[in-house]
């Protein structure tokens, strides 16, 4: 993972932006972490927005604690359903 200041993100995005692309880059203020720039290059917008959407994840979260059922079960009450 690489580390780069504000300060020297300011001066070498392009080849930020290309590190990101290869592995998460660290951006520090003052030595500490600041924030992460992520390279998304090749994705589509729909991705990109739904993987960085917390309401979308917690969505997911919620759905995935919810009771489910077999596939079997699933097509017993289908087969029920008035066609």
Same mark, same amino acid.
């Given at each position: 993972m690489?580390? =780069?200041?504000?300060?020297?993100?300011? +001066?070498?995005? +392009?080849?930020?932006?290309?590190?990101?692309?290869?592995? +998460?880059? $660290?951006?520090?203020?003052?030595?500490?972490?600041? *924030? $992460?720039?992520?390279?998304?290059?090749? %994705?589509?917008? %729909?991705? =990109?927005?739904?993987?960085?959407?917390?309401?979308?994840?917690?969505?997911? %979260?919620?759905?995935?604690?919810?009771?489910?059922?077999?596939?079997? %079960?699933?097509?017993? $009450?289908? *087969?029920?359903?008035?066609?």
């Amino acid at each position: 993972m690489k580390t =780069v200041s504000v300060r020297d993100l300011q +001066k070498h995005v +392009k080849s930020s932006v290309d590190a990101a692309q290869r592995g +998460k880059v $660290v951006i520090t203020r003052k030595g500490r972490p600041a *924030a $992460v720039l992520i390279g998304v290059e090749g %994705e589509d917008w %729909e991705s =990109v927005v739904l993987s960085t959407s917390a309401p979308f994840w917690k969505l997911l %979260e919620k759905r995935r604690n919810q009771k489910t059922i077999s596939m079997q %079960e699933m097509k017993r $009450v289908l *087969a029920k359903l008035p066609r």
